[in-house]
């Protein structure tokens, strides 16, 4: 009789000693985290040392599946990347779809706990309940696209492969981890860590299978939950159109982050109906109901409304065309859509203010230039001449001077990713300061404030009537205070945004539904508080990683100077910007909720709390 | 009397390449998840481009009938269904001649594994979990409604 496979299996790789030790997660601790990113910053927590240099071998580097990863649930494709991030300095973290997270999870292994440095190039290979530590010397230097198919071609097809392409290995302190063409951990410079660690891939080929609880019911309620799902509306038009579907909105409202930020509108021509003049196929993730992937006719995938005003407005590219090819050798090479563009774009103000001149740049940077923009990603990959120095990222505020931050898109050393204008919308503009990996939207972005709900039916999403006016900064903290909840507990169960409640639409799936499908796929039984209480547990762990690692308390829970400063020039928005008065009031009454300090720090009895959890022990494994 | 036979037929533009078909496949048949033994496939490359529906015709002649050594293949004449049973040896002939993949192998039981459409279900449940209709079960067209011999032709 083969003994039942536990909850969560952890490996420990040690590539310096290229060691690989089982262990499991005790139920106590996934009652506490679940799973995901839950888990990953326990682990993170329990293996970093304090301190540690990102890029050396101290960094510890985690791939999380959720706890509903791989099982039938509805869009349950995903994993998240952890470390300490090179790029901002505080937590790395970073959710991916695709197909990896289920197949490591079918080749035995719920979690990959990375630490050392491998002295050559190294991929991981996991079949069957097994890890080695392969020779990766002949995928060196290949792109994202190359290194997979290189790796389909040797191995099979039936493999699943995660790469970091020439950006990560060139350590950009902001490239990323990808699947396929276009699916990426993208944020907080994962793919440099990989690189720093020598490890070009993972390689999974999942031929053991993952235990279900009770499989008739799963069936049951995955066509349940297909059925509920796609009577909404905005999923059907994420599966027509994806995400460029915004774009015409925030124009509209005069919100789109256009050349730096110093303007907020721009052409019509990247419109989801433009866009969409490109795309041959809608593509899904795992188990995805939505399907919300482009793929375009220019040989990759995308773009998706990020990558549009990213690499489009913000560094005034107009022609659909052309953005559509910035987002393919974007991806191929492995960097950050947000932050590359962002940079980019930051670049071409320091020229036009002076820090930068043609003799130290090589060339003249203006905006809508696409043939520098295009050569320029090039040059950051590979680090050269002025690439080399962006590829440096928000550090080189050092270099230019403290006063070049005050126009550069950043909090907590990250780019903002949301390419919506947050001065107008002051529920995101909270959200985006307070985000624990620095400026990122999908930490806690309450979209549902775009859509001027009734306060009788913000009352039955938040528990509490919401100002249904977007510009006051009455009550907006209770909004960020539950969208960041639920987002932290879609992301422990392995699930994608696009299907949780709040996120784009008030009926998707909520605390309820997840309840339900953890109890069918594990046997595991939480009540809705339970869920609420992980949570917030998680995102008080991130807290405290982060104040550990870098200091972060209320100073660092702000906004770009220009969202304080500027007013909006243009359209609906216009004459919008944030008020320090109200900025602070919005941030007192979030610590409130938080249960933080009036510094934004975690009480002592919590922090006691945590250190207990880490100390608890694990069991080994025999591998 | 030969029942109009129905078949799982598949609309490769529809298909997003989801794979929860392979995987509730597994689930069903073997209480497990795990795409690697569902009946069906989605054979997908993402950098050529394609996503390729690997699942059983039921064929007229079916070649995994005559490959199979030990005859444990076989074709239900009434329904048109091929099956196959546990006195398989794992020797993949049938996966071997499947001129569409479809025969799958499950390595820890050493055993080739098929598609029956779900015979002992209500409709086969890739059909019923398929997120965009890309699946359906439907009644083959090119079946005559009368066989065309009735019996054995006099002259």
Same mark, same amino acid.
């Given at each position: 009789?083969?003994?039942?496979?536990?909850?969560?299996?952890?490996a420990?790789?040690?590539?310096?000693?290229?060691?690989?030790e089982?262990?499991?997660?005790?139920?106590?601790?996934?009652?506490?985290?679940?799973?995901?990113?839950?888990?990953?910053?326990?682990?993170?927590?329990?293996?970093?040392?304090?301190?540690?240099?990102?890029?050396?071998?101290?960094?510890?580097l985690i791939?999380?599946?959720?706890?509903?990863?791989?099982?039938?649930?509805?869009?349950?494709?995903?994993?998240?990347?952890?470390?300490?991030?090179?790029?901002?300095?505080?937590?790395?973290?970073?959710?991916i779809?695709?197909?990896?997270?289920?197949?490591?999870?079918?080749?035995?292994?719920?979690?990959?706990?990375i630490?050392?440095?491998?002295?050559?190039?190294?991929?991981?290979?996991?079949?069957?309940?097994?890890?080695?530590?392969?020779?990766?010397?002949?995928?060196?230097?290949?792109?994202?696209?190359?290194?997979?198919?290189k790796?389909?071609?040797?191995?099979?097809?039936?493999?699943?492969?995660?790469?970091?392409?020439?950006?990560?290995?060139?350590?950009?302190?902001?490239?990323?981890?990808?699947?396929?063409?276009?699916?990426?951990?993208?944020?907080t410079?994962?793919?440099a860590?990989?690189?720093?660690?020598?490890?070009?891939?993972?390689?999974?080929?999942?031929?053991?299978?993952l235990?279900?609880?009770?499989?008739?019911?799963?069936?049951?309620?995955?066509?349940?939950?297909?059925?509920y799902?796609k009577?909404s509306?905005?999923?059907?038009?994420?599966?027509?159109?994806?995400t460029?579907?915004?774009?015409?909105?925030s124009?509209?409202?005069?919100?789109?982050?256009?050349?730096n930020?110093?303007?907020?509108?721009?052409?019509?021509?990247?419109?989801?109906?433009?866009?969409?003049?490109?795309?041959?196929?809608?593509?899904?993730?795992?188990?995805?109901v939505?399907?919300?992937?482009?793929?375009?006719?220019?040989?990759?995938?995308?773009?998706?409304y990020?990558?549009?005003?990213?690499?489009?407005?913000?560094?005034?590219?107009?022609?659909?065309?052309?953005?559509?090819?910035l987002?393919?050798?974007?991806?191929?090479?492995?960097?950050?859509v947000?932050?590359?563009?962002t940079?980019?774009?930051?670049?071409?103000?320091?020229?036009?203010?002076?820090?930068?001149?043609?003799?130290?740049?090589?060339?003249?940077?203006?905006?809508?230039?696409?043939?520098?923009?295009?050569?320029?990603?090039?040059?950051?990959?590979?680090?050269?001449?002025?690439?080399?120095?962006?590829?440096?990222?928000?550090?080189?505020?050092?270099?230019?001077?403290?006063?070049?931050?005050?126009?550069?898109?950043?909090?907590?050393?990250?780019?903002?990713?949301?390419?919506?204008?947050?001065?107008?919308?002051?529920g995101?503009?909270?959200?985006?300061?307070?985000?624990?990996?620095?400026a990122?939207?999908?930490?806690?972005?309450p979209?549902?404030?775009?859509?001027?709900?009734?306060?009788?039916?913000?009352t039955?999403?938040?528990?509490e009537a919401?100002?249904?006016?977007?510009?006051?900064?009455q009550?907006?903290?209770?909004?960020?205070?539950f969208?960041?909840?639920?987002?932290?507990?879609?992301?422990?169960?392995g699930?994608?945004?696009?299907?949780c409640?709040g996120f784009?639409?008030?009926?998707?799936?909520?605390?309820?539904?997840?309840?339900?499908?953890?109890?069918?796929?594990?046997?595991?039984?939480?009540?809705k508080?339970?869920?609420h209480?992980?949570?917030?547990?998680?995102?008080?762990?991130e807290?405290?990683?982060?104040?550990?690692?870098?200091?972060?308390?209320?100073?660092?829970?702000?906004?770009?100077?220009r969202?304080?400063?500027?007013?909006?020039?243009?359209?609906?928005?216009?004459?919008?910007?944030?008020?320090?008065?109200?900025?602070?009031?919005?941030?007192?009454?979030?610590?409130?909720?938080?249960?933080?300090?009036?510094?934004?720090?975690?009480?002592?009895?919590?922090?006691?709390?945590?250190?207990?959890?880490?100390?608890?022990?694990?069991?080994?494994?025999?591998? | 009397?030969?029942?109009?036979?129905?078949?799982?037929?598949?609309?490769?533009?529809?298909c997003?390449g989801?794979?929860?078909?392979?995987?509730?496949?597994?689930?069903?048949?073997?209480g497990?998840a795990?795409p690697?033994?569902?009946?069906?496939?989605?054979?997908?490359?993402?950098?050529?481009?394609?996503?390729?529906?690997?699942?059983?015709?039921?064929?007229?002649?079916?070649?995994?009938?005559?490959?199979?050594? !030990?005859? /444990?293949?076989?074709?239900?004449?009434?329904? %048109?269904i @091929?099956?196959? $049973?546990?006195?398989?040896? +794992?020797?993949?002939?049938?996966?071997?001649?499947?001129?569409?993949?479809?025969?799958?192998?499950?390595l820890?039981?050493q055993?080739? !594994?098929? /598609?029956?459409q779900?015979?002992?279900?209500? %409709?086969? @449940?890739?059909? $019923?979990?398929?997120?965009? +209709?890309?699946?359906?079960?439907?009644?083959?067209?090119?079946?005559?409604?009368?066989?065309?011999?009735?019996?054995?032709?006099?002259?």
């Open positions: 009789m083969e003994e039942k496979r536990p909850l969560c299996v952890n420990i790789v040690n590539l310096t000693e290229r060691t690989v089982l262990t499991e997660t005790p139920e106590e601790i996934i009652r506490q985290f679940v799973g995901g990113r839950g888990l990953n910053m326990y682990y993170l927590y329990k293996y970093l040392k304090p301190q540690a240099d990102p890029l050396s071998p101290d960094n510890v791939l999380g599946t959720g706890i509903l990863t791989g099982t039938l649930s509805p869009n349950s494709g995903r994993h998240n990347v952890t470390c300490k991030s090179p790029e901002s300095g505080i937590i790395g973290d970073a959710n779809g695709g197909f990896l997270g289920p197949e490591m999870r079918f080749a035995g292994f719920d979690r990959l706990i630490l050392g440095k491998a002295d050559k190039p190294v991929y991981l290979y996991l079949e069957n309940g097994k890890i080695e530590i392969r020779d990766a010397s002949d995928y060196w230097g290949l792109l994202c696209s190359e290194t997979e198919a790796f389909k071609y040797d191995l099979g097809s039936d493999i699943e492969v995660q790469s970091i392409g020439p950006a990560g290995e060139n350590l950009v302190r902001f490239a990323c981890t990808r699947y396929g063409v276009k699916n990426a951990a993208g944020r410079g994962t793919g860590v990989w690189g720093s660690k020598n490890l070009k891939a993972v390689v999974a080929r999942g031929t053991c299978g235990p279900i609880e009770n499989p008739q019911a799963m069936i049951e309620k995955y066509i349940e939950l297909r059925d799902l009577e509306k905005v999923i059907n038009v994420l599966g027509r159109v994806g460029p579907l915004l774009y015409d909105v124009n509209y409202l005069g919100a789109i982050r256009t050349h930020s110093q303007q907020t509108v721009f052409f019509d021509t990247l419109n989801a109906e433009e866009v969409h003049k490109h795309v041959d196929k809608m593509l899904g993730c795992y188990g995805c939505v399907h919300c992937r482009h793929r375009n006719t220019l040989g990759g995938e995308g773009p998706e990020t990558t549009e005003v990213l690499l489009g407005a913000n560094i005034g590219v107009a022609d659909t065309g052309k953005m559509i090819d987002n393919n050798i974007v991806n191929d090479l492995g960097l950050d947000s932050s590359t563009g940079y980019i774009a930051w670049a071409i103000e320091l020229f036009e203010k002076g820090y930068l001149t043609e003799e130290t740049s090589g060339r003249i940077l203006r905006f809508g230039d696409y043939n520098m923009s295009r050569q320029l990603i090039y040059d950051i990959a590979y680090r050269r001449g002025l690439g080399d120095t962006l590829a440096e990222g928000s550090r080189l505020v050092e270099k230019f001077g403290p006063e070049t931050a005050d126009f550069l898109i950043a909090i907590k050393g990250l780019p903002q990713s949301d390419p919506h204008d947050v001065r107008y919308l002051k995101f503009a909270l959200g985006i300061a307070t985000s624990s990996r620095g990122d939207h999908l930490r806690s972005r979209t549902l404030e775009i859509l001027d709900l009734p306060p009788s039916f913000t039955q999403i938040y528990g919401v100002d249904p006016n977007p510009t006051s900064y009550s907006k903290s209770r909004v960020v205070y969208s960041e909840t639920i987002y932290a507990v879609v992301d422990c169960m699930i994608c945004k696009f299907i409640h784009n639409s008030p009926r998707n799936l909520n605390y309820d539904h997840f309840r339900e499908l953890t109890r069918l796929a594990t046997g595991l039984e939480f009540s508080e339970d869920l209480s992980i949570g917030r547990r998680v995102i008080d762990q807290r405290l990683i982060n104040y550990q690692e870098k200091g972060i308390t209320r100073k660092d829970d702000t906004l770009p100077a969202y304080f400063n500027d007013p909006m020039p243009s359209a609906r928005a216009k004459g919008s910007y944030i008020s320090h008065e109200g900025f602070n009031k919005m941030l007192d009454e979030y610590y409130e909720l938080c249960g933080w300090d009036k510094d934004g720090k975690l009480l002592p009895g919590r922090i006691d709390e945590l250190n207990r959890l880490r100390d608890i022990k694990e069991h080994k494994r025999e591998g | 009397m030969v029942l109009k036979q129905k078949q799982i037929y598949c609309h490769p533009d529809l997003i989801c794979r929860i078909c392979a995987n509730a496949c597994a689930l069903a048949r073997e497990e795990n690697r033994l569902g009946r069906i496939n989605i054979r997908q490359n993402l950098f050529e481009r394609y996503e390729y529906q690997e699942l059983c015709r039921h064929c007229d002649d079916p070649p995994c009938l005559d490959a199979c050594m !030990v005859g /444990c293949i076989e074709k239900d004449a009434y329904t %048109g @091929v099956t196959n $049973d546990d006195s398989c040896v +794992g020797c993949w002939m049938c996966v071997m001649v499947c001129p569409y993949g479809s025969m799958r192998r499950d820890i039981k055993m080739a !594994v098929k /598609c029956d779900c015979k002992d279900r209500e %409709g086969p @449940v890739c059909v $019923d979990v398929c997120p965009t +209709g890309a699946l359906v079960f439907k009644e083959r067209e090119d079946t005559p409604e009368d066989p065309f011999f009735t019996g054995p032709a006099v002259t």
